[in-house]
């Protein structure tokens, strides 16, 4: 017997390469304010090095003792997912599938999505960084929802580089999508925009939505991680 309903807790965190506000890379660091944030479901952006092999700044097996599993999406052996887009999934959820989504762009970006399954309930997840241009923004975001249209339960997570508050590509997402706003997350020492969104298909129910601010998060990365609680009912 299916469960009548699930909760799951999805974050979104632009890590900046692990390099905090004291100019120094640190991988523990991240995994750390990960750990505070406690999702089950993270999108990560920025979490390869950008040139060469296209090494992940977050190893392996820093991620497993953390519990983590990686989502298949990477391309190269030493990545841990495509064009700095990678998903952290908590041990317990089965990972289905997952592929990229290429992007509309004039410098390399892209998307990557999977479906999950838990507790005999199935959902998509998808994580984007968007470009700074505001058509491309839209464009970009259009293919994403094309690709996810009739995925059934969706939420998509990411640095949209958005800044205004309810305009401006975000109604690319269209009817059916809701565009939640956790609040400022950027630059993560003094906030200012709401550059980091949680957006969910109908199916899902909002518990929770907020920025995570601490001491760690805020010397971590320039970004501050967002997260939301949704609840899925069979």
């Given amino acids: 017997m299916l469960p009548a309903a699930m909760q799951i807790t999805f974050a979104s965190y632009n890590i900046h390469k692990a390099v905090g506000v004291d100019g120094k890379r640190d991988a523990d660091r991240i ?73 509309p762009a004039l410098e390399p970006r892209g998307a990557v999505r999977a479906r999950l399954g838990l507790e005999g309930m199935e959902f998509c997840v998808a994580g984007m960084h968007l470009d700074l241009s505001g058509l491309l923004r839209k ?30 590509s975000l109604a690319a997402f269209g009817k059916g999508w809701e565009v939640l706003a956790p609040g400022r997350s950027f630059p993560g020492t003094r906030p200012l925009a709401q550059l980091d969104r949680v957006v969910h298909s109908p199916h899902w129910q909002v518990s929770e939505c907020q920025v995570h601010h601490s001491a760690l998060a805020v010397a971590a990365s320039d970004h501050l991680p967002v997260k939301a609680c949704l609840t899925l009912s069979a």
């Fill in 139 to 168: 464009r970009q975001i259009e293919t994403v929802c094309r690709t996810m249209d009739e995925a059934g339960p969706c939420v998509l997570l990411g640095d949209l580089n958005e800044w205004s508050l309810r305009g401006g």
């Fill in 31 to 103: 995994i750390r304010v990960l750990h505070e944030v406690g999702a089950d479901v993270v999108a990560l952006q920025e979490a390869d090095r950008r040139f060469g092999e296209r090494e992940t700044v977050l190893p392996r097996a820093l991620l497993e003792e953390a519990q983590w599993q990686v989502v298949p999406v990477a391309e190269r052996a030493r990545s841990i997912g495509w064009h700095g887009n990678a998903l952290l999934v908590r041990r317990g959820i089965e990972v289905l599938d997952a592929d990229r989504i290429a992007l």
